[in-house]
């Protein structure tokens, strides 16, 4: 199994590293300009809005890297070749591990290397206080109150963004499987490169119909999208649970309605 994770990264390699670079300097670009429009009450701060690109487009990073490996096997026929040498579960389960594993990795190395960046690099900004306090008539901040964790935002910020990053690399892995999901079934590689994307606009638009904007998966990947008195634990529960059962209904709808088989030519 480990020489069949290892042959399946020496695959996809090049692709991952290609992306984590292009995404690296373009977030890097953002977190060093973007803030300066801004009033900022945080240091971390400069982190959220360099990096709301990435929320938008993180399905496309952690899909695209990866998809297309199981789109060409299927294609021009590779993967009948293996069955063979190979089981096919062990086969299937390894290229699944090393797409998960891509999609986490991409997603997380942007975030905290852009969090390096606001802290460490992005000079001190200047605080702008806009809130009085009810009893003394003092300047305070927003953020404790408007920030989930908001005292750790403040106090810790690595630490946060290490949390925070490692969190949005796992919602990465999920989406990098619902792609890897299309590459089996699909045979149509736009479908399968842009379909996560997709989905996650569509999850977006039907929560945000409804007034439930704090159940998006989006949300659960950057909970500052939402005000944080409702934020819950639902938030960061419910887009990857519908995510999985999205996953799993497709699954069921291809091999068993409308009955295709992932070695089929």
């Known amino acids: ?58 399905p496309l990073l952690a899909v695209i890297p990866t998809g297309w490996l199981m789109y060409f096997e299927r294609k021009n026929g590779f993967i009948k070749y293996t069955l063979p040498r190979v089981n ?33 690099v992005v000079p001190p900004i200047t605080v702008q206080l806009t809130l009085i306090h009810p009893e003394t008539g003092e300047l305070m901040g927003r953020i404790v109150q408007t920030r989930i964790f908001g005292e750790q935002f403040v106090e810790q910020p690595f630490m946060y963004g290490l949390v925070l990053s490692l969190w949005k690399g796992i919602i990465g892995g999920l ?26 606009l569509l999850e977006n638009f039907c929560w945000s119909v409804f007034g439930l904007e704090k159940y998006r998966l989006v949300t659960a990947f950057e909970p500052s999208s939402v005000r944080s008195e409702s934020i819950s634990w639902a938030s960061f529960v419910t887009g990857p649970v519908l995510l999985l059962l999205v996953i799993l209904g497709y699954i069921v709808y291809k091999r068993k309605m409308v009955n295709v088989r992932i070695y089929e030519v």
């Open 175 to 200: 989406i990098a499987t619902l792609g890897f999901v299309f590459s089996l079934y699909s045979k149509n590689l736009f479908v399968i490169l842009t379909g996560p994307f997709v989905y996650l």
């Open 88 to 120: 096919k579960k062990l086969y299937l389960t390894s290229k699944w591990l090393v797409s998960v594993g891509s999609g986490f990795l991409v997603v997380f190395c942007v975030s905290i290397i852009s969090v390096l960046v606001a802290l460490y």
């Open 1 to 58: 199994m480990q020489q069949l994770i290892m042959n399946e990264w020496r695959k996809v390699s090049i692709a991952v590293y290609v992306t984590i670079a292009f995404a690296t300097i373009a977030v890097t670009i953002c977190t060093l300009l973007i803030y300066k429009n801004y009033a900022l009450e945080a240091q971390l701060e400069v982190y959220e809005v360099g990096f709301e690109i990435v929320n938008l487009i993180f």
